[in-house]
């Protein structure tokens, strides 16, 4: 399988680590990469990970058998209206965001030929952005969602499903809503919990210390991903409000529960939460072959 020439809108860990995989296995005659920032452009040309590249979207991808969108979720309807006049009639479009009902709804209203477009999200990611972030085995062995509609056009699936596959991915397929609501609790409420807590603790000092300063491994591990970029964070958060404020809730409740078990020096309420906690844990890792 050869995807032919794509571009890539948005050169950073995503897009990046998808071109490096599919130039591994020989799956792509050309890319061109499309962005805003000039210097990390020609980095990736620099690097080989595009074989040329531009600023404009709708020359980015006029000559493209596959475009993939790879930009913060507050970017899509710039770019589905940017490129809506140049993509021609057999043109793939998928995209690689965290939300796919906003997603969707974007593609419906811009662009013209929108059984093309084929909903993707690759669970896969670190807290570096970039194309220097990027890397070849991003996606080994990490599963890629995918959300067609049924007015999608099943060849156009066909070829965005092998795509992913031949970067290394497992692919899934689910309907969008479904997506959403599961994400919002794996990824996007560990992150907005992940900032909540850094806040919390850098906002409240004790007796004049910093307590950044006596912070060891668990604060470290709990808090990586604080580290990731806020303003696409924040688009996310905000394109799958519905979801994640339901998570919230949720977690809002687990918490309270601890709080009056502590109140109450429930010794046996909080080791019961702890414990059924660390068993759906361990149980979830040992599915997936173990670590930590």
Same mark, same amino acid.
């Given at each position: %399988? +050869? ?8 050169? *950073? ?12 296995? *020989?799956? /792509? ?26 600023? @404009? ?8 058998? %596959? /475009?993939?969108?790879?930009?913060? %979720? ?31 709804? /974007?593609?419906?209203?811009?662009? #013209? +030929? ?5 909903? &993707?999200? !690759? ?6 952005? *970039? ?18 509609? #049924?007015?999608? +056009? ?16 497992? /692919?899934?397929? %689910? @309907?969008?809503?479904?997506? $959403? ?35 060891? *491994? ?7 991903? &604080?580290?990731?970029? !806020? ?5 996310? =958060?905000?394109? +799958?409000?519905? !979801? ?31 414990? =059924?906690?660390?068993?759906?844990? $361990? ?10």
């Amino acid at each position: %399988m +050869n995807i032919g020439r794509l571009s890539i809108i948005g050169v *950073g860990l995503i897009g990046g680590s998808l071109a490096r995989a599919l130039r591994r296995a *020989g799956a /792509v005659s050309h890319i061109t990469g499309v962005g805003r920032g000039r210097e990390n452009l020609e980095r990736a040309l620099d690097l080989g990970v595009v074989d040329a590249w531009t600023q @404009d979207i709708a020359e980015g991808v006029k000559d493209a058998d %596959m /475009v993939l969108i790879a930009v913060p %979720m507050g970017m899509y309807d710039q770019v589905f209206k940017a490129m809506a006049d140049s993509l021609g009639a057999g043109t793939i479009v998928t995209d690689a965001g965290s939300t796919k009902q906003h997603a969707i709804d /974007v593609a419906n209203r811009a662009m #013209k +030929n929108r059984e093309n477009f084929v909903p &993707a999200h !690759p669970i896969a990611g670190t807290e570096q952005s *970039g194309v220097e972030a990027s890397f070849v085995e991003l996606y080994d062995g990490r599963t890629c969602i995918l959300t067609p509609l #049924k007015s999608t +056009n099943p060849a156009a699936l066909s070829i965005v499903e092998g795509m992913w596959q031949i970067a290394g991915s497992r /692919v899934v397929q %689910m @309907d969008a809503a479904t997506h $959403d609501d599961l994400l919002a609790g794996v990824s996007h409420l560990p992150h907005v919990a992940a900032f909540a807590l850094v806040n919390a603790v850098h906002r409240q000092k004790a007796g004049g210390y910093d307590p950044f300063e006596f912070a060891a *491994g668990g604060f470290r591990d709990f808090t990586r991903i &604080a580290s990731s970029s !806020p303003y696409m964070w924040r688009d996310i =958060a905000i394109c +799958n409000r519905e !979801p994640l404020l339901r998570k919230i809730v949720a977690l809002q409740e687990e918490l309270e529960i601890l709080r009056l078990s502590l109140e109450k020096q429930d010794g046996d309420k909080l080791l019961d939460e702890f414990e =059924a906690a660390k068993q759906a844990r $361990d149980a979830w890792l040992a599915r997936q072959g173990g670590g930590a």
